[in-house]
């Protein structure tokens, strides 16, 4: 999208200000971002997946989709590699240490892009390092940024991930750029961008204000929106919930929802009728290492395992693989029961990389994952 020039201070005129936009990759920097080719044009090839496994090599397949959009959040994840969790007022030191492009959003934009479908991330960052490193990460995995803007006066979103030799992880986040400096009313160009969507992934990550324009938007346009429940621990405005397709909460953000213990398959059913009650016909449940569930409203609720790792390093970014390849496997028409299998293929090949973005898997490695089963 443009660069930096009067007409944002004319948008924009409260501090922090957003002071460029990045121009699409290859593309005249003056120019808005040009949509893939429509079904009725030439169509972008893409490899399929088939669980069929007597075929041996993937299946090139004509798509004219228009791309996934996902607007969210981006962060530099400062990992720390502990022995175990610090006990209140103690001090331990850390095995290793290093800073990695992560957030919620970038993360589910990096599979989208890594996974061979058109991804555009819509998101902000700071004028400093760790926004270089996220656009960097993007960009290398094939993220189209023409709507993601840089602000002036404001970090970029950062995290703190404590993870433990099991893989296991705990996490702090510092919104930054991720929760300041929106405006009040997203332009009609990101809107109007979205309308032509093939599908749209939000997160909690970024003020609840900009995901109900977005799914409103969405909804209007008639492209299907994912909510993952991801984020902040507030109550889901009724507002969003009720412009969405699918959420998609793990079971312990499941629990806290609703107010419902969600111990057992049997509690879990129970705590998603709560939200089928709200007015969300699709709950997609993701349930750690008890693998995940479709409930559909109306349906016998679709149940898939997990798809074993040879060895757990990392589980950050899972849980964000997981939804993004649900979402690419939905675009591309195929069946809910084919999505949650291509999407924990996805996520068992996430949790044996260290790091979000460095860890997303890529197309042909999901396939081939897939026909070893």
Known sequence: ????????????????????????????????????????????????????????????????????????????????????????????????????????????????????????????VGEDAHGSLVRTALEGGGVNLGYCSVIDGVPTGHAVVMLQPDGQN????????????????????????????????????????????VAKAARSGGVPVILDAGGVDSPVPEELLSSVDVF???????????????????????????????????????????GSALFVQGQEPIKQPIVSAQKVIDTTGAGDTFTAAFAVALVEGKSKAECLRFAAAAASLCVQVKGAIPSMPDRQSVIKLLKSL
């Open 1 to 124: 999208m443009r660069a930096a020039s009067s007409q944002w201070s004319s948008c924009y005129n409260h501090q922090p200000r957003r002071i460029e936009r990045f121009p699409d990759n290859n593309a005249n920097p003056c120019s808005l971002p040009t949509l893939p080719p429509s079904p009725s044009r030439q169509g972008r090839t893409f490899p399929a997946f088939s669980i069929d496994p007597t075929k041996s090599t993937p299946t090139p397949v004509t798509q004219g989709l228009p791309p996934l959009v996902v607007v969210g959040s981006a962060n530099a994840d400062i990992y720390v590699e502990i022995d175990r969790l610090p006990k209140e007022g103690e001090t331990i030191s850390a095995r290793s240490g290093q800073t990695l492009a992560g957030g919620k959003g970038a993360n589910q934009a990096a599979c989208g892009g890594r996974l061979s479908y058109p991804t555009y991330f819509i998101g902000q």
């Open 170 to 213: 705990s996490i702090i986040i510092v919104g930054g750029a991720n929760t300041t400096g929106w405006p009040d009313v997203l332009p009609d160009e990101d809107l109007g961008f979205i309308k032509s969507a093939g599908i749209v992934l939000l997160q909690r990550e970024v003020p609840d204000s900009v995901n109900i324009q």
């Open 248 to 290: 998609s909460p793990n079971e312990t953000e499941l629990g806290r929802l609703t107010g419902l213990p969600t111990e057992n398959f049997g509690q879990i059913s129970r705590a998603v009728l709560k939200l089928h009650e709200k007015g969300v016909k699709q709950v997609l449940v993701k349930l750690g290492a008890k």
